[in-house]
């Protein structure tokens, strides 16, 4: 059984199917709901103290962002993430990130340096102190803080998407441990790129950034499989 460990739905401005989804991801990232797992959507409803018609229309939500595979008669499972869909994922976000990335560099101004600056600065704090919840919500603030200058609302929520989904692979693996200083020199030269308005440069840094995670958490992957069978 699902245990009481997702907080409840308070009063907000935001609906309550909003919410939930946004309640359910989290538990997904943060491995509260395993991989694989059956969602009890009763347990889960209680859980978060709303009916069970918000909780199915979250889960349908959250099925088309990925997250969650509703099989009929069976019930809602959290998605099994799987080395084909993780390098699928970042294929395709290395397209489009890459071009948003390409189109922002011009768009940049002297207020989005100092964000990223000071975002860069946070990451570095957050990685030499293990604090791997702070660093990545720096990180996807410093991401963003390029990714929205085109000021492009469906390229931002496409982008948003995607990446809340390669957080599943991120988040659950947790190899920022012993890779921290490459992963601040990639964003080092991806801030660099935006300081000197180099399009070009900052699409290849955007890029570079996503094949070296890709090959870190694979190499992770491989890692654990590996022990699982000589154990």
């Known amino acids: 059984m699902m245990q009481n460990r997702i907080q409840p739905i308070e009063d907000s401005k935001k609906t ?13 990232l943060d491995g509260i709901l395993p991989a694989g797992s059956r969602i009890d959507q009763n347990q889960l409803a209680a859980d978060l103290n709303v009916s069970l018609v918000p909780v199915r229309e979250a889960l349908k939500i959250l099925e088309g962002e990925g997250f969650v595979l509703i099989i009929p008669r069976r019930g809602a499972f959290v ?16 397209i489009i990130e890459g071009q948003a990335a390409y189109h922002a560099a011009d768009k940049l101004t002297d207020d989005h ?3 990223l600056e000071d975002l860069y600065a946070a990451m570095d704090v957050a990685l030499k102190t293990h604090d791997y919840a702070g660093f990545m919500s720096s990180n996807r603030a410093f991401h963003f803080v390029i ?44 801030l660099e790129a935006c300081k000197a308005r180099d399009a070009k440069a900052l699409r290849n840094a955007i890029i570079s950034h996503m094949q070296h995670t890709l090959i870190s958490i694979r190499d992770y992957i491989d890692h654990e499989a590996t022990n699982l069978t000589e154990e």
């Open 113 to 115: 340096i100092q964000k």
């Open 147 to 190: 990714y929205d200058a085109p000021a492009s609302r469906y390229l931002s929520n496409m982008i948003a998407g995607l990446y809340d989904l390669a957080e599943r692979y991120r988040y659950r693996y947790m190899y920022l441990n012993d890779q921290g200083t490459d992963i601040q020199r990639e964003h080092r030269m991806i």
């Open 79 to 94: 998605t099994e993430a799987s080395i084909p869909d993780m390098e699928d994922l970042y294929f395709t976000r290395q």
């Open 16 to 28: 309550v199917t909003a919410m939930v989804q946004e309640r359910v991801r989290q538990a997904i």
